[in-house]
């Protein structure tokens, strides 16, 4: 049972990559010097609803190095879309136990948004300077900041409307459940 629970998480989290490495590829805009790709943030938050923080963590990275391989992403997106993901896994995981309280939700969509909007965008400084080559006199420390936090909103929103129809329709309760191991009673 661990195994087909470990299989169907994997091939979720190849999905998710699959979703945010092409959706960057055609939803994306340029804004202050970053490519901003909400699917990404979406995507940061149906792994948190879905499949905790680690995998989330490790389908931001996968999916950043996927774009930066392909040229359709930039380096700042490994801070942002990792630190999103972390941030609102762990929030998720922490109020998940609500039965998929409707606050649930919404805190792991500000946890998004303050994840790769704020820590994410502060991150993004130092690797600009470190490894874009970008002059630091040329840079304040916020250019990051805006456009994260415009692309994770409107990734958010969107992740929320997904996840608020799935509860609606009974299926979000039925495909967290398919990815959970089954409670033995002794």
Known sequence: MQSTIAI???????MF????????????FPLLGSKCSP????????????????????????ASLIRNLFGVGTL???PGSMIGALCCGLVYMALRKRNNDPLALVCTLIAEMLGTGVLGGLCAYPVAI???????????VTAYIIPFL???????????V????????GALDRMQRSLTPAKRHA
């Open 150 to 160: 415009i692309s994770t909103v409107v990734g958010s929103l969107i992740a929320g």
């Open 39 to 62: 699917t990404q943030h979406m995507v940061n938050v149906l792994c948190a609803v879905f499949l905790g923080p680690g995998w989330g963590v490790g389908v931001a990275f996968c």
């Open 76 to 78: 700042v997106a490994f």
């Open 8 to 14: 169907k998480k994997l091939a979720l989290a190849a």
């Open 17 to 28: 990559v699959t979703i945010a490495v092409v959706g960057s590829a055609f939803i994306q």
């Open 162 to 169: 997904l996840v608020f129809a799935l509860k609606a329709g």
């Open 130 to 140: 470190l490894f874009m080559d970008v002059d630091a006199a040329g840079l304040a």
